[in-house]
């Protein structure tokens, strides 16, 4: 894990994905890449946020989503006047 922090922090690689279990003992691999031009380092390390950010967004609605189906909290919208208009159009 130092390796990542010297390469990522210190030298400002980009990581652009994992090999899962390259090495021969399993470890995985990470796919780094370090752009020269400052301005294409910045626009890529903005890209990678932002994928990040998406990536996160979509696991927390998945998350809500599930909470919400086994916790049945949809029920009163069910049963209410709006529920039952809405169930009759889909």
Known sequence: MA?????QGKLKYINMGTEDGYYADGEDAF?????????????KMN??????????AVLVLALVCTYA????????LRES??????????
């Open 69 to 76: 189906v086994e916790s049945d909290v949809f029920a009163e």
């Open 31 to 43: 796919k780094m890449k370090l752009y020269f031009d400052p301005k294409e380092q910045l626009e």
């Open 47 to 56: 890209e990678q946020k932002k994928l990040k950010m998406k990536f996160v």
């Open 81 to 90: 006047e709006f529920g039952s208009t809405l169930v009759d159009t889909i």
């Open 3 to 7: 390796a990542i922090g010297l390469y």
